[in-house]
């Protein structure tokens, strides 16, 4: 008996046993818990599920409510550990922390921070001609007219995928609108204004479906005006050709050999012309 207690090693194996029991759970009593919920200590409890299934749960009271927080398998997390982060624990409540909040909230911020990062990624893969065929495809069923569907594509292709088909939507910016619009926009003035309105609406849908964010580029009315004129102003009026004087008299002898009540109006229109 002397010998042992007089063995340093010795000594230290019963030092390390007392405070290893005076701390906690022993190894022995981790290894051999029955089914149950088994204190260690300053809040830190062993959890023993039906088929030996161990782990740590960490029991407190804020503001009068008691909570009970899971910490991790007995397989990951070492009874060392567990005790440590316990006593980390113990004293953000000390401060007034809620430790089940402020793990809901991390979580949260994770969640937003993968959410942002995917809506990023997908905003750099959607292309332009991606989103207008998705608007498309979506839209078709709604429009009464089959060939409406068409129609838009033809135009985006045309006009708009040559300058913005293959970037991302959420790079389109209002000087890829003018190099689309400029060129057309007072030789085909209708087309040009179909093709801003398309536009439009395929950027429009694009926000809402989180692949770009921002004002919508397309938008006349405070945007684009400051660059093109009002299509009022740049259309082309094309009159019908007036005829030859010294050709009416036989244009009026050939509507007199005609029936109809056009015919009879036009000849009253010619005989009252100024």
């Not at 997390?77 to 982060?85: D, S």
């Not at 809402?208 to 006349?220: E, F, T």
């Not at 259309?235 to 004087?245: D, E, G, I, Y």
């Amino acid at each position: 008996m002397a010998a042992f207690v007089n063995s340093p090693k010795a000594t230290m194996n019963v030092v390390e046993q007392m405070v290893e029991h005076i701390m906690g759970l022993t190894a022995l009593e981790i290894k051999n818990a029955k089914l149950g919920v088994h204190s260690d200590g300053n809040g830190l409890y062993l959890s023993v599920k039906s088929g030996g299934t161990k782990s740590w749960v960490f029991r407190y009271q804020l503001n009068g409510k008691r909570r009970e927080m899971g910490l991790g398998s007995l397989n990951v997390l070492e009874p060392v550990n567990a005790r440590a982060e316990a006593a980390q624990l113990k004293a953000k409540i000390a401060s007034g922390i809620d430790p089940l909040d402020e793990r809901r909230a991390a979580k949260e911020a994770l969640h937003a921070f993968r959410k942002q990062t995917l809506l990023a990624s997908k905003r750099t893969e959607t292309t332009f001609r991606k989103a207008a065929e998705h608007f498309i495809e979506s839209r078709a069923p709604s429009w009464k007219n089959a060939k409406h569907a068409q129609q838009w594509a033809n135009t985006l292709a045309t006009y708009a995928y040559p300058v913005i088909g293959e970037i991302p939507v959420s790079d389109v910016a209002a000087e890829h609108l003018v190099d689309i619009l400029r060129p057309i926009w007072s030789t085909k003035s209708e087309t040009a204004s179909r093709v801003r309105m398309r536009i439009e609406a395929v950027l429009n849908a694009a926000k809402l479906m989180g692949w770009r964010v921002g004002d919508n580029p397309a938008v006349y009315k405070g945007g684009l005006e400051a660059v093109l004129p009002s299509i009022s102003k740049v259309r082309l009026v094309r009159h019908h050709p007036a005829m030859p004087f010294e050709d009416t008299p036989a244009f009026f002898r050939d509507l007199e050999k005609r029936d109809g009540m056009g015919c009879s109006a036009l000849q009253f229109c010619i005989l009252n012309s100024p």
